[in-house]
């Protein structure tokens, strides 16, 4: 399979995911990881080629949501989300496209 653009990769399957940027996230990007949080234990969050903090909006929207969640650059994301994955601990991903 192969996909360009950033990618949503929740329990229900990997999804294209609209936000290029973090800045470009807005509350309806959000709404499918809230819809299945009951499914996986927390979110990994790609944040692109490098490190960045998340916009306070989308910590308070999942924080109110009940989702935890962890921001890394997309790489260190999708490596965490493998070992995660391979210890049986259900883990669900957004990861920015680098």
Known sequence: MSHSGSL???PSGIHGWRPAALTDIVSDDLA????EKAQFAFLLI?????????PQLVVQHLKAGGVAV???DTGAAVRTYNILLAEDRPPAA???AV
Do not use: D, V
């Not at 499918?32 to 819809?35: D, F, K, Q, S, Y």
């Not at 790609?46 to 998340?54: C, P, S």
């Open 94 to 96: 957004a990861l920015i």
């Open 32 to 35: 499918p990881i809230l819809a």
């Open 70 to 72: 962890e921001a890394m």
């Open 8 to 10: 949503l990769i929740l």
């Open 46 to 54: 790609g944040t692109g080629r490098a490190m960045a903090l998340l």
